[in-house]
C-alpha cells in the first residue's frame, strides 16, 4: 500500500476498535474529522483491497491483513518517535 490515506484509515480503525473489534463508520468519520461519504468511499477501497471486512450500515472490522498492517505502520511511528527523542532530543 503506498497510499498515505489509507494507512491513516486503517491506523484509526485499529485505534478506535470497540470490546466486539468494530468501530462505525460514523464514529470513524467524527474521529477522523471527514465526511462520512469520504469515509464510505475510502472503506470500499479498502474492503476491495482485503484490508477491511465492511458492510453498508454495519461496524467496520480489520481482516487479518488489515490488522497487521496497521499494528506495523503504528510500530514505525512510534519507533521513529524514540529515536527523534533520544536521539535528537526532540519533545
Known amino acids: 500500500m503506498n497510499n498515505v490515506s489509507q494507512e491513516d484509515y486503517l491506523t484509526a480503525i485499529y485505534r ?5 473489534g ?6 470513524l468519520a467524527s474521529k477522523l474529522e471527514i465526511s462520512n461519504a469520504a ?14 471486512d465492511y458492510q453498508k450500515y454495519k461496524g467496520i472490522k ?9 499494528k506495523n505502520m503504528l510500530r514505525r511511528h512510534r519507533i521513529w518517535e524514540v529515536f527523534l527523542h533520544q536521539t535528537l532530543g526532540m519533545p
Open 62 to 70: 480489520l481482516t487479518g491483513e488489515g490488522e497487521l498492517y496497521a
Open 22 to 27: 468494530e468501530i462505525k463508520p460514523n464514529l
Open 39 to 52: 469515509v464510505t468511499d475510502m472503506l470500499r477501497k479498502l474492503s476491495r483491497d482485503g484490508f477491511v
Open 16 to 20: 478506535n476498535l470497540d470490546e466486539a
